[in-house]
């Protein structure tokens, strides 16, 4: 236990150094290269995004889940409150995952 926490607790330091540290630097006390090299990518990226059909089918169907859990465990009562629990969630993670970025090959 003691020697893992020992390895952990000093190597940690060393790898932030390390991250810290530019690639040019480092590739420079590596290498000695008197010429860094870098190759710059661009990517062009669109947004895609949901139709309206596909969103009512994700809030739909997290609030039939919920409505289904909820009825399982207290009723009808606990089939509306899931229904709308579940519904609920689903609104969030919809409109949260709307806009998903997307890199052409």
Same mark, same amino acid.
Request: without cysteine.
């Given at each position: ?51 309206? +059909? !596909?969103? =009512?089918? %994700?809030? &739909?169907?997290? /609030?039939?889940? @919920?409505?289904? #859990? ?5 009723? +009808? !009562?606990? =089939?509306? %409150?899931? &229904?709308?629990? /579940?519904?609920? @969630?689903?609104? #969030? ?5 709307? +806009? !998903? ?5």
């Amino acid at each position: 236990m003691k020697s893992r926490f020992l390895t952990k607790f000093l190597a940690t330091p060393v790898l932030a150094a390390g991250m810290l540290m530019p690639m040019g630097t480092w590739a420079q006390t590596t290498t000695q290269s008197t010429t860094p090299t870098r190759h710059h990518v661009v990517h062009h990226t669109t947004v895609k995004r949901r139709s309206k +059909k !596909k969103s =009512a089918m %994700i809030v &739909g169907g997290s /609030g039939l889940a @919920g409505a289904g #859990v909820g009825a399982l465990v207290g009723g +009808k !009562k606990g =089939a509306l %409150i899931g &229904g709308l629990a /579940g519904a609920g @969630g689903g609104y #969030v993670y919809d409109r949260k995952t709307q +806009k !998903k970025p997307v890199i052409p090959k």
